[in-house]
């Protein structure tokens, strides 16, 4: 019976054979780029290794130095705790803002106008935009001094970037008034699916604007929050380019942050183990959080609806 | 409309000024883009003539080459998403074979896998099978990594194309290949086009990767020219060429815009999606 089964499946694989043939190309590029490299790297994770002919296992090694020796990496984490905070504290706030208002707008054709406009910005290359505020920030010649000197506020003046206590929180200002994003384009999709008839109820029976968004928008556009709740959480977990360009995690090691850090762990150190272990622990940390917020934030749903 | 009118205006006013907040930097720079060192000491702030065109030849000249070879290395990996995802999304959507669910799931979870986690190993591999300094060390990974999304998206609209066209098609002695071309290709074509641009924002902003396995400067693409040009020039305080740089860098994903703004901003929601 049992072998009676197995000769039928495999006689359909023989059948389907196209099948497997036309999804060759997808798993053949997978396995080389993806797979092998993902499994790669959790597997070396357990090595003090150079890249090329040193490897030695060392176990948990680089794992017990990542969490009790190594200095660098509990400021970087607290670093990307600020930037993580921030982020949600921003994607939650300005984008959800503009987004209520372009919906809000009974004029139509200029609802559209504002949702091109804010997306245009977009389509600027983020890294023409982190150029943009670097130079905004820059000591001398930059924007954000000048303007400080132009209104009479010169003791204000500092170099943004090379500060210190500032680097980070200049990095996070990048993009004000942060409503030109995905985050704002998503919030408006949200509110576009309710219901039109429960708005209009809402305003038969008088309702104010605070009750409305309270008590009607906000808890039917969880799932679009829950989501932008997650792509910030990813996002600000291994996200490194801006830091990287704008201050590259200086000065001294103010504005570190783990993507950074294990960047220079394997390209300038050849710290390669010990790179791939700081990957799988972030790895780890994206997969606890995203199953925390999809656990923790749809049951808040269900209790919503 | 009058009421209306006086309804939208608090929103209007507070629209008009977050956009200007959010241009501004926009228009300073294209300003700026235009000046001279002399009128970019004396007049900061204000717009300056004569406008000088050539600052824009000046940057040109340094970073045309950054701008093709991103050109070149985003059409062809977006072409071929295209090509490997099309025909896996119609495999998956449209026949019934052994192991298909399981083999779907392994390509969704790679959803979950952050491109940090995979950098070391991936660089050390097209190191080893010595494709640094080519546009296959770009091209390759982009189609592999972009096609996860793509696959994804084609599948479930494929999968809900109505399943008579394609019976029709077999009755009539279609092969597989020819309802692909035939039916699937030609009723996806807005979808194939959301695809395409999602993964075109995707490789023109991607810098650490072209950064790692791109040692040669004329092999260089714009985000990873960018930044040394923007370093050079600005070290050399020629602020006028600098800003007339960040403006050609953004031409070519405007102008593609311009033209598919409707797929643009169907991409640009459903690359959110891409948790």
Redesign the interface.
Same mark, same amino acid.
């Given at each position: 019976m049992v072998n009676d089964n197995r000769r039928s499946?495999l006689s359909?694989?023989i059948r389907?054979k196209?099948?497997?043939l036309?999804?060759l190309?997808?798993?053949l590029?997978?396995l080389?780029?993806?797979?092998?490299?993902?499994l790669?790297?959790?597997y070396?994770s357990l090595f003090e290794w150079d890249?090329a002919n040193f490897i030695r296992f060392i176990g948990l090694g680089n794992f017990i130095n990542l969490l009790f020796h190594d200095p660098t990496i509990p400021l970087s984490f607290l670093n990307t705790l600020r930037i993580t905070i921030a982020s949600l504290l921003i994607n939650l706030t300005?984008p959800l803002?503009?987004a209520s208002?372009?919906f809000?707008?009974?004029?139509l054709r200029?609802a559209y106008f504002?949702?091109?406009?804010?997306?245009?910005?977009?389509?600027?290359?983020?890294?023409?935009?982190f150029?943009?505020?670097?130079?905004?920030y820059?000591p001398t010649?930059g924007?954000l001094n000048?303007l400080l000197r132009?209104i009479g506020l010169e003791h204000l003046t500092r170099p943004w970037l090379g500060d210190f206590d500032l680097a980070l929180y200049a990095v996070i200002f990048v993009g004000?008034?942060w409503?030109?994003g995905?985050s704002t384009?998503?919030y408006l999709?949200g509110f576009q699916n309710i219901p039109p008839e429960l708005l209009d109820a809402v305003a038969i029976d008088g309702a104010s604007t605070w009750t409305r968004f309270w008590k009607i928008e906000l808890p039917l556009i969880m799932g679009q929050i829950k989501?932008i709740v997650?792509?910030t959480l990813?996002g600000s977990i291994?996200g490194f380019?801006n830091i990287?360009?704008m201050t590259n995690g200086g000065p001294g090691e103010a504005t570190m942050v783990p993507?950074l850090y294990?960047?220079r762990n394997?390209?300038y150190y050849n710290k390669?183990g010990y790179?791939?272990a700081i990957?799988?622990f972030?790895?780890l940390i994206?997969?606890v959080l995203?199953y925390l917020n999809l656990k923790y934030l749809r049951s808040g749903i269900e209790y919503q609806a | 409309m009058n009421k209306?009118?006086k309804?939208?205006f608090l929103?209007?006013i507070?629209?008009i000024i977050?956009?200007i907040?959010? %241009?501004y930097? $926009?228009a +300073?720079?294209i300003i700026t883009s235009f000046k001279d060192n002399f009128q970019?000491i004396h007049n900061?702030?204000g717009i300056t003539l004569p406008l000088h065109f050539s600052n824009y030849t000046d940057a040109w000249s340094r970073i045309s080459r950054y701008i093709l070879n991103s050109g070149i290395v985003t059409t062809i990996s977006a072409f071929g998403v295209l090509a490997?995802?099309s025909?896996?999304a119609?495999? %998956?959507a449209r $026949?019934n +074979?052994?192991?298909r669910e399981f083999?779907f799931l392994?390509?969704l979870s790679?959803l979950?896998?952050?491109?940090?986690?995979?950098?070391?190993?991936?660089?050390?591999?097209v190191k080893r099978l010595g494709l640094l300094n080519t546009y296959w060390v770009l091209i390759?990974?982009y189609?592999?990594?972009g096609?996860?999304f793509a696959?994804f998206i084609l599948r479930s609209f494929i999968a809900s194309l109505p399943e008579e066209l394609f019976e029709a098609a077999r009755v009539d002695g279609a092969t597989?290949l020819k309802s692909f071309f035939n039916i699937a290709i030609p009723l996806s074509k807005p979808i194939l086009v959301t695809v395409a641009i999602m993964n075109v924002l995707g490789t023109?902003?991607d810098?650490?990767w072209p950064l790692?396995t791109i040692p040669d400067g004329r092999m260089w693409t714009?985000?990873v020219g960018?930044?040394s040009f923007?370093s050079q020039y600005?070290g050399l305080?020629m602020?006028g060429p600098?800003f007339a740089g960040?403006v050609i860098?953004?031409i070519p994903?405007?102008v593609?815009?311009f033209f598919t703004?409707r797929y643009?901003?169907a991409g640009?929601?459903s690359?959110?999606?891409k948790?």
């Open positions: 499946i359909e694989i389907k196209e099948c497997y036309l999804l190309p997808t798993f590029l997978l080389t780029f993806n797979y092998y490299p993902a790669s790297a959790i070396h890249g300005f803002l503009a208002l372009i809000h707008l009974r004029n200029y504002y949702r091109v406009l804010f997306v245009i910005p977009m389509v600027v290359p983020a890294m023409v935009i150029m943009i505020w670097r130079f905004i820059s010649t924007l000048q132009t004000f008034p409503v030109a995905t384009l998503i999709a989501l997650i792509l990813i291994q380019v990287m360009v993507g294990l960047y394997a390209m390669m790179a791939c990957g799988t972030l790895f994206i997969i995203t | 209306d009118l309804h939208d929103i209007h507070i629209l977050l956009g907040l959010t %241009f930097p $926009f +300073f720079t970019f900061f702030w490997v995802a025909i896996s119609f495999v %998956f $026949f +074979f052994p192991g083999l392994c390509i790679l979950m896998i952050p491109g940090i986690l995979t950098l070391v190993p991936a660089f050390l591999l390759l990974p189609i592999s990594g096609q996860v696959i597989t023109w902003n810098y650490v790692v714009i985000t960018i930044v923007s600005g305080e602020w600098m960040y860098a953004s994903l405007i593609l815009f703004m643009f901003i640009l929601t690359g959110a999606l948790v």
